[in-house]
């Protein structure tokens, strides 16, 4: 397994400012980084919950197909209860996003990425290369690696906002005079309502698509890196090589346990 020079400018460091990530020694060799912090996991675990119940709901919404096994009565009840719950998802989803999008500045250096910098874009590449086969070793990184970030700016930054806003035109289409109609109404001029119906649906099947290689690619890395990656998202913690670390915190570590190593001598 390859890993890359941490003490370089690494694509993982967006602002110098932000806070270390928590290292538990386990050996000579390996640590547990502390990489997804609890907002982190709160919010991959409330927004999968809302993007499931979005897609279930709107799928029965786009094709009803009780309704023609039940009486009329039943069915425009089944469908009142599914609308409520897909409005009260794209709610949830809303607000989890922008709760998000706050922790990007508050949290570690694992919680956020900066597309702008110029090193995003070549950690992007060499991503790239070993995955067309034109580099031999794979670019280590602890958190995601820069492919996987921009996979997020796009889908779940960009096309979350496709979806809110053409979702929530929709859901004010019918009152276009009230506060949430004036809000969301300048949606239309991307299009008339069917437009802006088929372009929902369109980012609901790139969201599933999304989904579906998310959960593959997860599991792969977990198993090929024997990282923990899959039960970081539970823990929070990833098992590391000590140098993934980078030259400070790893001076920083030998110092700790150097510490707590005198503080035993003196204990016995």
Not at 31 to 56: C, D, M, Q, S, T
Not at 110 to 133: C, G, H, M, P, Q
């Amino acid at each position: 397994m390859a890993h890359s020079n941490h003490s370089k400018e690494s694509s993982e460091t967006c602002y110098k400012n932000h806070r270390p990530p928590k290292v538990i020694k386990i050996s000579d060799n390996m640590v547990k980084i502390y990489v997804w912090e609890l907002p982190v996991r709160i919010f991959h675990w409330i927004n999968a919950g809302a993007i499931l119940a979005l897609i279930l709901t709107g799928i029965y919404i786009g094709n009803p197909f009780f309704a023609s096994i039940v009486q009329e009565e039943a069915s425009s009840f089944i469908m009142g209860w599914i609308r409520y719950i897909h409005f009260f998802a794209a709610f949830l989803f809303t607000v989890n996003l922008l709760v998000r999008l706050y922790w990007a500045f508050t949290g570690n250096k694992y919680a956020t990425s900066n597309i702008l910098r110029k090193v995003f874009w070549k950690d992007t590449w060499e991503t790239v290369k070993f995955y067309l086969f034109l580099r031999h070793e794979k670019p280590h990184f602890v958190g995601h690696n820069p492919l996987a970030q921009l996979s997020y700016w796009a889908i779940i930054g960009g096309g979350s906002v496709i979806m809110i806003f053409t979702g929530f035109y929709m859901y004010i289409e019918p009152q276009p005079e009230s506060f949430w109609g004036m809000m969301f109404g300048w949606v239309s001029i991307f299009g008339d309502s069917f437009e802006i119906r088929s372009l929902h649906h369109l980012v609901t099947w790139v969201f599933i698509i999304f989904t579906l290689v998310h959960i593959y690619l997860s599991i792969r890395e977990d198993y090929l890196e024997r990282n923990g990656t899959m039960s970081s998202i539970f823990t929070g913690y990833k098992t590391e090589h000590k140098h993934t670390l980078g030259e400070k915190l790893e001076k920083e570590l030998t110092e700790e346990n150097k510490v707590g190593e005198k503080n035993d001598t003196k204990k016995s």
